[in-house]
């Protein structure tokens, strides 16, 4: 198993056991997809990112690497932030999940192609926010009508920085 910071492309593969409403997990550098056009998305040009799918899927393996290069602790860390998440399943099935920290930062910048190419430690500033704070912003996520990535960019990262993003 290779380290995050020797991982300079991800690969996927076709994994039927991926719950359908999930497009993509990596593991380890390797992003296991339950479509085949989600996999040939993000081999088809190797090293380039070229997908908002691929830049995700990166996004994450950068993550592992602001982890002191480590896969086990990224891994902890997520799943961690995932039951400290758990009472958001009552705003929403899968708040839990998109309000992880490493998720929040990927949405945010999976349509920044360069971003994936440098350091991802933006989770830093998503880990600071409180359960309650969480929650308000699943409430009005639930009520925003638009794109996950366009409400943590226009909403959340504005309030949080004090300005605009």
């Not at 039927?16 to 992003?31: E, H, K, N």
């Not at 945010?108 to 600071?128: M, P, S, V």
């Amino acid at each position: 198993m290779k380290k995050p910071s020797k991982i300079k492309a991800v690969t996927a593969k076709i994994a039927f056991l991926l719950p359908s409403r999930f497009r993509a997990i990596t593991l380890f550098g390797v992003a296991y997809c339950n479509k085949a056009k989600d996999a040939q998305e993000i081999n088809k040009s190797g090293d380039k990112i070229d997908s908002v799918l691929k830049c995700h899927e990166t996004i994450h393996v950068r993550q592992a690497e602001s982890t002191k290069n480590s896969w086990f602790l990224y891994y902890l860390k997520y799943i961690w932030q995932w039951i400290c998440n758990f009472p958001l399943v009552f705003v929403g099935w899968h708040m839990a999940y998109k309000f992880i920290p490493f998720e929040l930062e990927a949405y945010a910048n999976e349509t920044n192609y360069d971003y994936a190419y440098g350091k991802a430690e933006q989770w830093r500033l998503f880990k600071q926010l409180t359960l309650k704070e969480k929650r308000n912003y699943a409430k009005q996520y639930k009520n925003a009508h638009c794109a996950f990535r366009d409400f943590i960019n226009n909403v959340m990262l504005p309030e949080m920085i004090g300005g605009y993003y």
